[in-house]
């Protein structure tokens, strides 16, 4: 079956824009994940969401940030007035349950903003 | 102290040699970790899990030493496609968090 995909694949924009990341999980994974990785930095956690649970923001780096997660399926990360430290690879997860289950990773969406 | 630390390398090592990297951990409740491979430019993809002493797979053994807090990831045999960076990742315990905590990788170059 198909994998984790993430659209779009590459977001050039103006500071102070907004974007919107999508992710499409595997079908089925019932846990979702944001991540954003620097140029040669690891993977900083932005959010997760499991099931109909609350989800886990904690990683949210200021509130311009926001994600949400309709009918348990597809997730959109936004970033409002997009700053140039927001520049970065978001990288989404999708897991079958907690934490403690492989996470299948998609191919990211390279952000620069200009 | 980060809470899941690696050597950043790079690691440059011939064809066929064994390399052994090692990951600390703050965390002592810590109870499983993982060993994830990044290719450039690419997402990251599960090596292997290490839920109690360790875990072994192939020419991949993954050790977990809990009194002195860090996870060891040994190749043998190393090939040109083992080349990429190795992360290190230890869940946050307790509570239902789902944050995962990734160290910032090693990153191993195999020679011919």
């Known amino acids: 079956g198909a994998g984790v995909s993430q659209s779009p694949s590459n977001k050039v924009t103006e500071k102070g824009k907004d974007v919107e990341l999508r992710c499409d999980p595997i079908?089925?994974?019932?846990?979702l994940y944001w991540y954003r990785q620097s140029l040669g930095q690891g993977l900083e956690f932005l959010i997760y969401?499991?099931?109909?649970?609350?989800?886990?923001k904690s990683g949210l780096p200021s509130d311009r940030f926001s994600a949400e997660r309709t009918g348990g399926s597809v997730s959109t990360l936004t970033i409002q007035r997009t700053q140039q430290e927001d520049s970065a690879v978001y990288l989404c997860a999708s897991s079958q349950g907690h934490i403690f289950r492989e996470q299948f990773f998609g191919p990211g969406t390279r952000l620069t903003v200009l | 102290r980060k809470e899941v630390e690696q050597d950043p390398g790079p690691f440059n090592v011939p064809e066929g040699a064994t390399v052994a990297f090692n990951c600390t951990y703050s965390?002592?409740?810590?109870?499983?970790f993982f060993w994830y491979r990044q290719d450039c430019r690419k997402e990251p993809k599960l090596l292997m899990s290490v839920y109690s002493s360790g875990n072994e797979d192939g020419r991949f053994t993954a050790q977990l030493n809990r009194a002195s807090q860090y996870i060891s990831l040994l190749i043998r045999d190393s090939k040109l496609s083992d080349s990429a960076t190795y992360l290190c990742v230890a869940p946050r315990p307790s509570s239902n968090t789902g944050k995962l905590i990734f160290g910032q990788g090693t990153t191993l170059q195999v020679k011919p």
């Open positions: 079908s089925g994974h019932t846990a």
């Open positions: 969401f499991q099931g109909n649970s609350a989800p886990d």
């Open positions: 965390n002592s409740a810590s109870q499983s």
